[in-house]
């Protein structure tokens, strides 16, 4: 264990693997999903809905660089709700809406401006191709 002090380099914060927060309560999809994105080097927390969400979001050391939530999930808040409380508390927390609910595409697309939304079923391989896209351009931004 490192002291201080030591010759221990301290972790280069570019270094930080980039960590996604999965909201979505049929629990075979946010499996698969989390899965597939620790297979791809991702920090993955996972909720099944909004106030799960929320708890994980404002926890002490959690550092959130994405939120992938369904549209459509138990509780009193939806995922519309939570994008809009996102934006309001956390302006810079990127958000990516899924629905596999096809009415609710129109909505997603206006309230995810500057992200992508993904249809369920979606692409594993395409979902993370974006993924990696978007926190690019948001970390060349800063």
Do not use: H
């Given at each position: 264990?490192?002291?201080l002090?030591?010759n221990m380099?301290?972790?280069d914060?570019?270094?930080r693997?980039a960590?996604?927060?999965i909201?979505?309560d ?5 499996m ?7 297979e791809?080097?991702?920090?993955v927390y996972?909720?099944?809905?909004a106030?799960?969400a929320?708890?994980?979001?404002q ?5 959130i660089?994405c ?5 459509r999930?138990p509780g009193?808040?939806d ?5 809009s ?6 302006p810079?927390l990127?958000?990516i809406?899924?629905?596999g609910?096809a009415q ?5 697309r ?7 939304f993904?249809?369920?079923?979606y692409d594993?391989?395409?979902?993370v191709g974006?993924l990696?896209n978007?926190l690019?351009?948001r970390?060349?931004?800063?």
């Open positions: 264990m490192a002291q002090g030591s380099p301290l972790t914060p570019k270094e693997k960590a996604i927060l909201v979505e049929e629990f075979l999809i946010r698969a999903l989390s899965d597939y994105l620790q791809c080097g991702y920090k996972e909720a099944r809905n106030a799960e929320v708890q994980v979001i926890s002490d050391g959690v550092s660089d939120v992938f939530t369904d549209v999930m009193e808040m995922g519309f709700g939570l994008c409380w996102i934006r309001k508390n956390y810079g990127l958000v809406l899924t629905s609910d609710k595409v129109n909505s997603a206006d309230l995810c401006e500057q992200a992508p993904f249809a369920k079923p594993l391989e395409y979902v974006q990696r978007l690019r351009a970390s060349n931004q800063a």
